[in-house]
């Protein structure tokens, strides 16, 4: 009898461990064994080409008159062909507002004119997704994005953020956002206004993480308190959190702030985190006005973009499908002023790992 509940204890447990995912797994761990900082994943892990709509026909000729001479209204898509202009509606349609079709956008009686903000916010839509393909292929790579990254089917996407409240006063004194666990700092006790301050102002802003000491007292180069560093370790937890890893994704288990014993995944890392106070401070941000209130936190701002918008608690969105190839409108000039991309700290080319099948 006690050997039948230790049994059934174990493979309880077993599945919990596993998070009931069937199949052989991998054991990883950049850095040494035996810190317990291991991420495990299924060996063969499908590119979730499911999880992504079909293209509305097949892709039309890039060639013949452009859609800017073709139409009176068109800022932004006026360099691509009729013919791409008109498939890349009907994707829009498919991606942002499949119930409510063109209308959501457009006026049927005069589709020139931007009397709808949805059409409004939707070209600069259009800028941020080119500026995004064409200015931060550090971070996207030639997968690229559409707005079915981040919408996948919904006029708003399913992950955002938008500025909390000022902190409220609790009983003993300001709680400064803390022991309110939000989804923003994976629901742990940490301070919730920890986006607001590492993902908006714009690519350029210097917030850079470093809490990291060297040494046991406390220095020019380093003067945060404990207090200081909580909204960091914060913002670590969103960003595990939003791609479904551990912290040795990017770093190594022996220390965590050299890169150049880190992931190359830490610099692609990096690069995200310019790319979205870029995409916040440059394209969503401006939008303020356009939107009404019902699309606006709290403090009247619009809702934002972190890691989980396009990741969705994958470490590549949609495991990695090159679903924008076929949209080649979403590649072009962004027809804004283009981030000058910094350099991320050097990370060696193959992360230090240690590995386990079993
Ligand atoms: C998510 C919003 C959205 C949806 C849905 C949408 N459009 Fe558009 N449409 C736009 C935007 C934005 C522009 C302007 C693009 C630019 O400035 O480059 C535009 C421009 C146009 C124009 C050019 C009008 C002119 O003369 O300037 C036509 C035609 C058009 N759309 C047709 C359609 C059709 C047909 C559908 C449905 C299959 C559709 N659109 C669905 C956002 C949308
Ligand atoms: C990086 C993520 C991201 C991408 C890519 C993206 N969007 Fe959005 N979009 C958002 C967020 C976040 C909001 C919500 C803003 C708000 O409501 O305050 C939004 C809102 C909108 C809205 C307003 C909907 C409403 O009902 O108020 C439209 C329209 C829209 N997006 C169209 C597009 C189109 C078209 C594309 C592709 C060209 C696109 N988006 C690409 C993140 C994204
Ligand atoms: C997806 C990659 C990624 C994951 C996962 C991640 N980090 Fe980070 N971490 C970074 C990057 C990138 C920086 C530097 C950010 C910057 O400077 O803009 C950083 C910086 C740090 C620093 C500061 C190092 C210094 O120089 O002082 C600490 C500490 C840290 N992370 C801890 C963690 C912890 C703890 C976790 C797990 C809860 C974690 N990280 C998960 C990418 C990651
Ligand atoms: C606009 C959508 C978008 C946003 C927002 C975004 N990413 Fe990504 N990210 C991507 C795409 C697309 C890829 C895949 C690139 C490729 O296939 O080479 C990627 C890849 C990565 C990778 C490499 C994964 C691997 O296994 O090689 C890391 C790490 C990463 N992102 C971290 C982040 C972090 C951290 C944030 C938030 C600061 C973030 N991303 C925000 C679109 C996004």
Not at 192 to 202: E, Q, R, T
Request: a positive charge.
């Amino acid at each position: 009898m006690k050997r039948t509940i230790a049994i059934a204890a174990l493979a309880t447990a077993a599945l919990t461990l596993t998070g009931c995912e069937l199949g052989p797994k991998q054991s990883v761990q950049n850095g040494h064994r035996g810190t317990g900082m291991d991420t495990v994943t299924l060996k063969k892990v499908a590119l979730a080409k499911d999880e992504v709509p079909a293209p509305p026909y097949d892709p039309p000729s890039t060639e013949g008159p452009r859609a800017g001479a073709a139409y009176q209204n068109v800022q932004v898509l006026g360099d691509v062909s009729e013919e791409q202009f008109t498939y890349t509606m009907a994707a829009i349609t498919a991606w942002v507002a499949p119930e409510q079709g063109c209308n959501y956008c457009h006026n049927p009686e005069n589709m020139a004119s931007d009397e709808v903000y949805t059409k409004v916010v939707a070209r600069k839509m259009l800028q941020m997704t080119r500026n995004i393909n064409t200015n931060w292929d550090k971070h996207v790579g030639t997968t690229g994005v559409t707005c079915w990254t981040c919408h996948r089917g919904n006029a708003i996407p399913a992950n955002y953020w938008a500025l909390p409240e000022p902190g409220k006063k609790g009983i003993i004194g300001n709680l400064h956002g803390q022991n309110a666990p939000i989804a923003a700092t994976a629901y742990s006790s940490l301070p919730n206004a920890s986006l607001a301050i590492y993902l908006s102002g714009d690519a350029k802003s210097d917030k850079s993480i470093r809490v990291v000491s060297d040494g046991m007292h406390p220095t020019a180069a380093n003067k945060l308190t404990t207090m200081e560093t909580e909204p960091q370790y914060a913002l670590m937890m969103h960003l595990s959190q939003s791609l479904g890893v551990n912290c040795t994704y990017c770093h190594n288990a022996q220390a965590f702030k050299p890169w150049n014993i880190s992931t190359p995944q830490r610099a692609t890392a990096w690069y995200g985190l310019r790319m979205v106070r870029d995409v916040n401070g440059q394209y969503i941000s401006p939008l303020k006005d356009a939107f009404p209130a019902h699309r606006k936190g709290p403090m009247g701002d619009p809702f934002k973009v972190s890691c989980a918008t396009c990741h969705q608690g994958k470490a590549k969105p949609m495991g990695g499908y090159k679903m924008a190839k076929d949209y080649p409108a979403l590649w072009g000039a962004p027809t804004s002023i283009p981030a000058a991309v910094p350099a991320a700290p050097a990370v060696p080319a193959a992360a230090a790992v240690s590995t386990a099948t079993h």
